[in-house]
């Protein structure tokens, strides 16, 4: 059994810092690619950034510059580092880590999801 536990949600006023993270734990033998995605009322999850083990990363467009994902593997955690927040950051954001089990299954998983809400 593997979870991913999320922290660091909030209320912020517009042009203020956030700092989420996100922990997998259980039967993990390695993980790969861990990301932030969003989604806010009405409209589809999207990717926020991603990162691969050996940290690369991608952003989407709309956080570029204003967001910062790094992770910790020796912890198995991922950060979203969000700066110069806007209203339109508002949203449920959703950390997922595509790892291997224990017993040697790729698997994907999803954590529980907090929120962010930024006030203008």
């Known amino acids: 059994q593997v979870q991913l536990v999320e922290s660091g949600g909030g209320l912020v006023q517009a042009g203020g810092s956030l700092r989420l993270s996100c922990t997998a734990s259980?039967?993990?033998?390695?993980?790969?690619?861990m990301g932030w995605y969003r989604q806010a009322p009405g409209k589809q999850r999207e990717l926020v950034a991603s990162?691969?083990?050996?940290?690369?990363?991608n952003y989407a467009d709309s956080v570029k510059g204003r967001f910062t994902i790094s992770r910790d593997n020796a912890k198995n955690t991922v950060y979203l580092q969000m700066n110069s927040l806007k209203p339109e950051d508002t949203a449920v954001y959703y950390c997922?880590?595509?790892?291997?089990?224990?017993?040697?299954?790729?698997?994907?998983?999803w954590g529980q999801g907090t929120q962010v809400t930024v006030s203008s």
């Open positions: 997922n880590a595509r790892l291997v089990t224990e017993d040697l299954y790729n698997k994907n998983y």
């Open positions: 259980g039967s993990i033998f390695t993980v790969n690619d």
């Open positions: 990162i691969t083990a050996g940290r690369s990363t």
